[in-house]
């Protein structure tokens, strides 16, 4: 069941990355990218699932976090033009 | 000094929830080390994470600025020195760099342990010190 759960979620992570090549706008692009962050997420917990290796919820969240603060910092950079804080 | 950017309640808000987690996450991340993924690299890493988020949602002013740069170089330099503090106190007691059961405990087991911690700890903190450095050299207003 967890195979099939994680064969889903590559299968829409590769449709987001039909999205995130295409555009067309930069933001279709950062929308993108932050959703592949979120599948990967979910498919490093469904991996821990198979493997039966709980450690990988914690690469998990790991992802998470540092997946959260790019896309803030690319959004930042859109709206100013510049990363100066 | 600065104005602040243009805040948004959305991204205030979850960072605001977010940094004490990943503060204590990087630590449970230092800690754990040595029984899961992780270490003191991916420890130090979110760590420094957790204070550029504060940095990028929230802005500096002049002082805060100056604050991180200088908490930046201290901890980079901390770090570096526990590393090797520990590393040449095995030399003085007689065993090679880094050999722990050389260090001054009881039980060679715990010294070890001990030893293996402290190391964790010096390369966490060497490693968030330089991010954050790295971090304000790029995107700080200061021009030094």
């Not at chain 1, 690469?59 to 100013?80: K, S």
């Not at chain 2, 001054?104 to 390369?123: M, Q, S, W």
């Amino acid at each position: 069941m967890f195979e099939a759960a994680a064969l889903a979620v590559i299968l829409a992570a590769a449709l987001t990355l039909v999205r995130a090549l295409k555009g067309p706008g930069v933001y279709d692009r950062i929308l993108a990218v932050n959703v592949m962050g979120t599948k990967t997420v979910a498919l490093l917990a469904l991996i821990g699932f198979v493997y039966e290796r709980p450690h990988f919820l914690d690469i998990a969240i790991t992802y998470a976090l540092i997946n959260f603060i790019a896309t803030i910092a690319f959004l930042r950079y859109r709206e100013r033009g510049d990363l100066r804080i | 000094m600065k104005v602040r950017p243009s805040s948004n309640p959305v991204t205030e808000t979850v960072s605001a929830l977010l940094i004490p987690f990943m503060q204590l996450y990087a630590l449970y991340l230092v800690a754990h080390g040595d029984l899961g993924p992780g270490g003191g690299f991916q420890g130090g890493a979110i760590f420094a994470a957790s204070l550029i988020l504060r940095a990028i949602v929230f802005g500096l002013d002049a002082e805060e600025e100056r604050r991180y740069e200088s908490l930046g170089g201290s901890l980079a330099a901390a770090g570096v020195l526990l590393y090797g503090g520990i590393g040449l106190l095995c030399m003085a007691r007689g065993g090679s760099f880094l050999e722990y059961p050389a260090l001054p405990f009881a039980d060679p087991k715990t010294a070890y342990h001990l030893g293996i911690y402290g190391i964790e700890t010096g390369v966490g903190l060497a490693v968030a010190g330089a991010m954050l450095l790295l971090f304000m050299k790029i995107a700080g207003s200061r021009d030094d």
